[in-house]
């Protein structure tokens, strides 16, 4: 014999003969028996996981280094001073990488006048995970000029000519040319720097002579050196 209940207000029917059950359906609830299941939703992130930097700006000062100095950059980003962030940088000479880790530094001198230097600053978490990268500008390693390192220096006589030699020097390392400009009659200088004066055609007395100096990227100096001769003979 089959018996029915019937709940209108309920609006489930069952029965007694096991029939299955139906009625409104219900929201599935995590199982926390033995040996279930359980699915998790996430409704938000880790602290690691919000952690958000960026960048402002980067510079690099000085603006025109020399080989005699050190490069820094200047990074602005935020949120600086919250634990769990580091700043590593990535020095670039001529577009290729030199150097990598946390000084924000380099040193010009093992480098060259006219090297392009810039500088890629990126911002991680501690598990190294990018928050942020950038890289900067670049700057340009400066030439400087040649200089004279002092007078006509060892000028004596030497059969029937003077001969000396004038001193110069480059900063940056370059080959350097002499030319003379103007001076006494006869004197000739060698690009060298090797001054001859014939004999024959020395005045004794107090002279002066310019020479223009020139490094091999073209850049120039001019200056002015003087001297006595009391005998020439």
Known sequence: MLVLVVAAALGVIRCSAKEPAIGPEKLAVASKEPGSITSHVRQGASSEDNLRAWIKGMTLRPAFPNKDETVSALLEWEPQGRPGMLVSYEWVVKDVSVKTGEASTLALNKYHTGDHVSVIATITDSNGKPLASQRSLSVVIQN????????????????????????????????VVVRPVSGPAGLTVQPDGTVRWPVSAIQPGTHE?????????????????????????
């Not at 200089?147 to 110069?168: M, N, P, Q, T, Y």
């Not at 002579?209 to 003979?233: K, N, P, Q, W, Y």
């Open 144 to 175: 400087r000029p040649p200089i004279l390192d002092g007078g006509l220096e060892e000028f004596a006589k030497s059969g029937e000519e003077w001969l000396g030699h004038i001193r110069v020097s480059d900063p940056d390392g370059d080959h």
């Open 209 to 233: 002579l310019t020479v223009e100096l020139e490094d091999e990227r073209g850049l120039g100096f001019r200056g002015t050196l003087s001297f006595s001769i009391e005998e020439a003979r």
